[in-house]
Antibody, heavy 113, light 112 residues
Framework: QIQLVQSGPELKKPGESVKISCKAS????????MNWVKQAPGNGLKWMGW????????TYADDFKQRFVFSLETSASTAYLQINNLNIEDTATYFC??????WGQGVMVTVSS | DVVLTQTPPTLLATIGQSVSISCRSS???????????LNWLLQRTGQSPQPLIY???KLESGVPNRFSGSGSGTDFTLKISGVEAEDLGVYYC?????????FGSGTKLEIK
């Protein structure tokens, strides 16, 4: 069956970086774009952008054009989200998703001094 | 960006009651190709969102038929005909007719 399995929770300090993974299985990885969605504690869902899994070209929503990097390891059917220079407002759960049908379980990233 | 306004923000229902959630868009969601890309999702506490309905009214596989979607243009509705305990959580509408993809603010369904 189709699954998107994400890496585990992260605790980071302000200014550090984090890289979270999303491993896809059960389908051909390059047939579907991978999207990323942020959910701050107690808040709703915010679309961060997507990456073309055939070309590797990322597209970032306006609020995520600085410090955020989408990447791929196609041979491993894995997508990555890296966040650089973390700040307190980055504390959130991050989902990888094919938003119309499949979602990862989410990764809680906590930024605290 | 397209703003999706959901009402009510919170819904308190008894088991068996029928309820409706509204999602109003700041722009028409009718795409030039004739499709309307308005979906509904349910996020249970501590879980990732689960797609329920796509293209306004089509049920995802495995979703009970007590869920139904309707609407067009800028006004959309999710109806649950006979709420069950497992239906509690936060419901979101989502559009991707227009870039960027946007979500509604959510409606929390609580069971009395």
């Amino acid at each position: 069956q189709i699954q998107l399995v994400q890496s585990g929770p992260e605790l980071k300090k302000p200014g550090e970086s984090v890289k979270i993974s999303c491993k896809a299985s059960g389908y051909t990885f390059t047939d579907y774009a991978m999207n990323w969605v942020k959910q701050a504690p107690g808040n709703g869902l915010k679309w961060m952008g997507w990456i073309n899994t055939q070309t590797g070209k990322p597209t970032y929503a306006d609020d995520f054009k600085q410090r955020f990097v989408f990447s791929l390891e196609t041979s491993a059917s894995t997508a990555y989200l890296q966040i650089n220079n973390l700040n307190i407002e980055d504390t959130a759960t991050y989902f990888c998703t094919r938003p119309t049908d499949y979602w990862g379980q989410g990764v809680m990233v906590t930024v605290s001094s | 960006d397209v703003v999706l306004t959901q009402t009510p923000p919170t819904l308190l229902a008894t088991i068996g009651q029928s309820v409706s959630i509204s999602c109003r868009s700041s722009q028409s969601l009718l795409h030039s190709n004739g499709n309307t890309y308005l979906n509904w999702l349910l996020q249970r506490t501590g879980q990732s969102p689960q797609p329920l309905i796509y293209l306004v009214s089509k049920l995802e596989s495995g979703v009970p038929n007590r869920f139904s979607g309707s609407g067009s243009g800028t006004d959309f509705t999710l109806k649950i005909s006979g709420v069950e305990a497992e239906d509690l959580g936060v419901y979101y509408c989502m559009q991707f007719t227009h870039y960027p993809l946007t979500f509604g603010s959510g409606t929390k369904l609580e069971i009395k």
